[in-house]
């Protein structure tokens, strides 16, 4: 196996995402808190491409179905998540949210509440992508947070971060450049690639594949669409240079 779709596409596709939201909400990947819900595949690969982007391991936070991964704690700890245990008093996911810049949910339906997004810092990012039902519905987290960018999985809101996104442009990447392996600068590449798209402006055929004229860099368009033909055009490319 050289590329888990549901964990390094999932990372790379939230980390573009990522990369955009942080720049409408003028902070750094250096100085934001980051808490994740679900600390699997998808969590531990989003969470390591946060980190090689400028995140803080000290600032970043995962949460499993037990709660946080903490410094002492006994159970639910395997190889996988040693490495993200952290020194916090902070045990669930309401206590992690406290302050929080940043939550990436990988988890379940239903995993968050409004009231957990209020305790957010300003102007948070919320990327809720477990589907087919997010961890909190888009209108419930705007409702809560209307200073907040949020993005889901789903097709019919906006923001949508699916890994549709990357494959298989990636891997077509890949694959004109006879690479054997799937690298760190390659993922990378991958990120800057789609988050340089959406800051581009929106071309008529895109718009009217999804009946909106106002697609455009900004809170509510953060990552390119998937029905993009463009996606392939920049990603792949980037991703054989790399």
């Not at 936070?61 to 008093?89: H, I, Y």
């Not at 889901?152 to 990357?166: A, E, F, M």
Request: proline share 7%.
């Amino acid at each position: 196996p050289v590329f888990h779709d549901d964990q390094h596409g999932t990372a790379i596709i939230s980390a573009a995402a990522f990369v955009n939201a942080l720049e409408l909400v003028e902070k750094q990947a250096e100085d934001v808190k980051v808490v994740f819900s679900g600390a699997g595949a998808a969590g531990i690969g989003c969470a390591k491409l946060y980190m090689a982007m400028g995140v803080k391991p000290e600032n970043l936070l995962l949460c499993d179905s037990q709660g946080v991964l903490w410094e002492g704690r006994a159970k639910g700890l395997n190889e996988w998540k040693l490495p993200f245990v952290r020194k916090t008093s902070a045990r669930t996911l309401e206590d992690a949210l406290q302050g929080a810049d940043v939550f990436v949910g990988v988890s379940v339906k239903g995993a968050v509440t409004a009231a957990m997004l209020k305790g957010m810092g300003p102007r948070p990012i919320i990327f809720a992508m477990a589907n087919p039902d997010p961890e909190i519905t888009y209108d419930e987290a705007v409702a809560a947070r209307p200073d907040a960018i949020m993005a889901t999985g789903r097709s019919d809101y906006p923001n949508q971060v699916n890994n549709v996104l990357g494959f298989p442009f990636i891997f077509r990447g890949a694959l004109d450049a006879r690479a054997s392996a799937i690298t760190e600068p390659m993922k990378l590449a991958a990120v800057r690639a789609l988050a340089a798209l959406a800051r581009q402006d929106v071309p008529d055929e895109v718009a009217r594949a999804y009946g909106d004229d106002s697609l455009r860099f900004g809170p509510e368009y953060i990552i390119p669409k998937p029905f993009d033909p463009r996606v392939l055009l920049w990603v792949a490319p980037a991703v054989a240079e790399a």
